[in-house]
Structure formats: structure tokens, C-alpha cells
């Protein structure tokens, strides 16, 4: 089975502080992705990548970065947390990007922003 | 642009009943994929089902089935023979095939809640 690995179920950050948010994935699939949701705004994707070392942004990129190293590892970035920034963030991965491969998601890190 | 659009935000059950959850999908790409998604309280996104555009067969997996109409655009999810298990948030995603349409792109999601 696919395994997506978020490194925190729950995590609880000051404005101001810079957080990481990592995430793993054991399948060598190409395609990562990082997504935030909230209520009533479903799932929106912040960046995702086609391969390491490349990024590109998705529809909510502002206040957000990510790295990826090494194929199966894929990490969010928040250059400073806001308050606004309190979100469910979810991961994902899926082994290619066309239109019948499905993407096998994280546990999902719980993120307040005091 | 593509869209995804689930009307239910909340639909109800009883257990060992059949359910369907509407989902409705607007693309210009020719070949695209539809996906249902469940979500329990704990968070994590669980794939259920697929339908491609051009399968001429709806798709089955266990109690989920998706009755595809392709000229009306929708995919609904039904699942049958409702358990208590099944209480989650449910969503529907589609995928093109081709440049910026390749994203998964999502619909709000329904609450189920299974009675028992």
C-alpha cells in the first residue's frame, strides 16, 4: 500500500515563526502536492511538483514556499506564520500526472497559528 | 475552466439503506478522469472510486458504485447498503489530460451521516 507520512497531526505556532510541514512518501511516485483546506472552500492546492528539484505554484502560493530534495520528501514552508494561515494542510502524492491516476493523501497537520 | 459542484452539503441515511451523492462536472477537455474521495473526522483523504470519461461501463468498488451520465456531466456516488462506517465527508474530484487540466480539481464535499 501507499504510505503519505505528515510529520504532524497537530501543530500549534506563533505569528511571526517560521513552520515546516514535511511530508513523506514510500512509493517513488513523481508527483507531490500540498493543499490546504477549509470549511466551506474545500480543498484548495498551494504548490505541487512534477520532480525533484521542481516546484510549480497553485492557486494559493502567497505566504507559502516548498522544497523538495530528494523524490520522497516533499515540505511545505511558511516564511511567517499568520493568523490566517490556520488551516488543515493535506499532502499528496500520486505516481504520474495524468487524468486516471489517483493521488494517495497524508493524515493531515492540524495548523493554529496564535 | 473546469469545475466541480456538489449541491448536498449534508445528506442523511439509515443504516443498511443506499445513498447517492450527487456530483456535477463542467470541462472542455475530451478525456478526463472523475474521482470520489472519503474524509472520516480523523482527516485523511481516502480514494474510493474512479470513472474515466470514455469507460462505457459505470465503475463498482465493493458498496460504491458511480453512475456515470456523460451527457448530463454528473458521476454520482451511490453507495449501498449504508454502515455506520460510512458517517464521513465525502467529495468528488476531476482530472483532465492535459496541461493546466491535469490538476485535481474538487467540489465542496457532502456530509454523510449514517442513522442507525
Known amino acids: 500500500d501507499v504510505k503519505v507520512t505528515q510529520s504532524s497531526r497537530y501543530l500549534v505556532k506563533r505569528t511571526g515563526e517560521k513552520v515546516f510541514l514535511e511530508c513523506v512518501q514510500d512509493?517513488?511516485?513523481?508527483?507531490m502536492f500540498w493543499y490546504r483546506q477549509d470549511p466551506g472552500l474545500g480543498l484548495r492546492l498551494i504548490y505541487f511538483s512534477y520532480d525533484v528539484k521542481m516546484k510549480e505554484k497553485g492557486d494559493i502560493p502567497e505566504g507559502y514556499s516548498v522544497s523538495r530534495e530528494k523524490k520522497e520528501r516533499f515540505s511545505l514552508i511558511l516564511e511567517s506564520a499568520s493568523t490566517n494561515q490556520t488551516s488543515m494542510y493535506l499532502c499528496?502524492?500520486?505516481?504520474?500526472?495524468?487524468?486516471?491516476?489517483?493521488?494517495?493523501f497524508g493524515q493531515g497537520t492540524r495548523l493554529t497559528v496564535v | 475552466a473546469q469545475k466541480i459542484t456538489q449541491t448536498q452539503p449534508g445528506m442523511f441515511v439509515q443504516e443498511k439503506e443506499a445513498v447517492t451523492l450527487d456530483c456535477t462536472y463542467d470541462?472542455?477537455?475530451?478525456?478526463?478522469?472523475l474521482f470520489w474521495y472519503k474524509q472520516p473526522s480523523s482527516g485523511e483523504m481516502i480514494f474510493l472510486i474512479y470513472?474515466?470519461?470514455?469507460d462505457e461501463q459505470n465503475a463498482t468498488e465493493g458498496r460504491y458504485s458511480l453512475n456515470f451520465q456523460k451527457a448530463r456531466k454528473s458521476a454520482n456516488l451511490v453507495i449501498s447498503a449504508s454502515q455506520l462506517g460510512d458517517s464521513a465527508m465525502y467529495f468528488c474530484?476531476?482530472?483532465?489530460?492535459?496541461?493546466?487540466?491535469?490538476?485535481?480539481?474538487w467540489g465542496l464535499g457532502t456530509s454523510l451521516a449514517v442513522n442507525p
Open positions: 474530484a476531476m482530472r483532465g489530460n492535459a496541461g493546466n487540466n491535469r490538476k485535481l480539481i
Open positions: 512509493m517513488d511516485h513523481e508527483n
Open positions: 470541462t472542455s477537455d475530451q478525456s478526463y478522469g
Open positions: 499528496a502524492s500520486s505516481l504520474r500526472n495524468n487524468m486516471n491516476t489517483e493521488a494517495f
Open positions: 470513472q474515466g470519461s470514455y
